[in-house]
């Protein structure tokens, strides 16, 4: 008699569980009309970066909520111009420029995407195209988000060969495919405000001649293509290893940059061996940053740096392989583990040799976050030379205590920051800006900044204008490429 109590009682819960859950699932799937009854939007408005016309966008991901109790229905899901702005939206996995019959439960939410293709707009410049979705709902109410995005026509090259003297026209953006090649015997020349957008993979490489004529107010720039971000907070164009870089062959000389920003590459710019009876470069009031393996190296080459930021390396900031160099005025600031400078007059295979003739350094800036961040190397060989010298600068270099004369005498009126024990700031706390996480940095110097009227008015005359061309007073000059604001 127990047993037939106990498998009636449990009929009958299993039974009221059943009951209870169908109860519950009808009034999940209700729905209401009530005219008060809302979507609740994640963003009003969606802005895509700058999209170059006729290529499509990244997509752009979204939810929409609904927080009634009650399901809610809507009718039509449509971009407002019927598709013929170049927007596209899915909706729940529903493509098309109008979608119909759209549900969302109770307490609910559902994804929505948007991307974009911009036809081209005849314009140099960006143009704003404006859309919108229109939430229609089952009862009557109209919700809107909008989208927003900037059509930017641009050049394309591809695989692009310059046989003779060639200038660009600044007007609108070039973006480069595969790669961008000046033959020997010719000569580009990117004027004031020019821009390349190297594709994946791409390269420029000159084994002729290149000319770069930016000014403080338009530079010349040389990035990569991607104008999105890879999180909300993080553009592409912060990130390094976006496309090849420039690359000087052994046969390219008298190259000048004069204001130009090289950044998101491989490499900055690399020199492969040449010979020092030429100027291979010189770059001036430059900016090359946010590169992967090196920003600059130059090897058996001569080239003159001044006025120039190089900072946030993955690698060795600066490689100089045997050769002649004359750095002024310069911040080379490494962000991460590695060398701010690596200089040696040895050569990859063995036994092999670079004479390096000559590495100044006058009022720079030569440090880093980490201790220690300049390497000297050299061969056994003493008859090989190994000139450098460090003069006015703010560096950080171990010392062992037991160096000579000749070698002291190679850091001449320096501020060494190995001693930073002594110092009231160390490394980062000399700019005004190195953000790390944001990738963002601004190299001009702090109050505090240890730089700060440590160099040799007798080498600014040189220069007597920093990088944002402010005068260089004619006393106490501070190292770096920027004085003091």
Avoid at 2 to 26: N, P
Avoid at 87 to 92: A, K, L, P, S
Avoid at 278 to 286: A, C, F
Avoid at 326 to 340: M, P, R, V
């Amino acid at each position: 008699m127990k047993d037939c109590r106990i498998k009636y009682l449990t009929a009958l819960t299993g039974l009221l569980m059943s009951v209870a859950l169908l109860c519950s699932c009808m009034n999940d799937e209700e729905f209401t009309n009530d005219s008060g009854a809302r979507l609740t939007m994640a963003q009003d408005t969606v802005r895509f970066d700058t999209v170059f016309t006729t290529m499509g966008s990244s997509t752009h991901r979204f939810k929409l909520f609904n927080h009634n109790d009650k399901g809610i229905r809507m009718a039509s899901v449509a971009l407002e111009s019927g598709g013929e702005s170049g927007f596209r939206i899915n909706v729940d996995g529903h493509s098309g420029a109008m979608l119909s019959d759209i549900e969302i439960l109770g307490k609910d939410s559902l994804f929505l995407f948007a991307e974009v293709t911009l036809p081209k707009q005849n314009s140099d410049k960006p143009v704003l195209v404006r859309d919108r979705i229109v939430f229609t709902l089952e009862n009557g109410q109209q919700q809107y988000i909008v989208l927003e995005a900037w059509g930017q026509d641009v050049e394309v090259l591809r695989a692009v060969e310059i046989a003779a003297d060639q200038t660009l026209s600044p007007a609108r953006p070039y973006l480069i495919y595969d790669s961008l090649v000046v033959k020997e015997g010719a000569r580009l020349t990117l004027p004031a405000g020019t821009t390349l957008h190297f594709y994946t993979d791409s390269y420029l490489g000159v084994h002729g001649q290149l000319t770069c004529e930016g000014t403080a107010e338009h530079p010349v720039t040389l990035r990569g293509h991607r104008t999105d971000r890879i999180f909300s907070y993080l553009p592409y164009d912060r990130l390094e290893n976006l496309w090849k870089g420039v690359t000087l062959y052994p046969e390219s000389y008298d190259n000048r940059l004069e204001y130009t920003d090289i950044h998101s590459a491989e490499i900055g710019i690399n020199c492969p061996a040449a010979t020092t009876d030429r100027t291979k470069l010189t770059l001036l009031n430059s900016t090359l940053h946010t590169n992967g393996t090196n920003n600059l190296h130059l090897t058996n080459c001569t080239a003159t740096v001044w006025n120039c930021e190089l900072t946030n390396c993955e690698q060795q900031n600066v490689v100089l392989v045997g050769g002649s160099y004359d750095f002024l005025h310069t911040t080379i600031f490494q962000t991460y583990g590695s060398d701010a400078l690596m200089f040696t007059n040895l050569g990859e295979e063995e036994d092999q040799t670079w004479p390096l003739l000559k590495a100044d350094f006058r009022n720079c800036i030569v440090s880093g976050m980490n201790t220690d961040v300049i390497m000297g190397s050299s061969s056994d060989n003493k008859e090989v030379a190994f000139e450098y010298r460090f003069l006015n600068s703010l560096i950080n270099i171990k010392m062992s205590g037991r160096e000579d004369e000749e070698t002291l005498a190679r850091f001449a009126e320096c501020v060494n920051e190995q001693d930073h024990e002594k110092m009231e700031i160390y490394g980062k706390d000399n700019f005004l800006c190195v953000d790390t996480y944001n990738r963002l940095y601004n190299y001009q110097l702090s109050e505090m900044s240890n730089a700060r009227g440590i160099g040799n008015a007798a080498f600014s005359t040189e220069l007597p204008t920093d990088r944002k061309a402010k005068e260089r007073p004619s006393e106490k000059p501070d190292a770096g490429c920027y004085q003091f604001q």
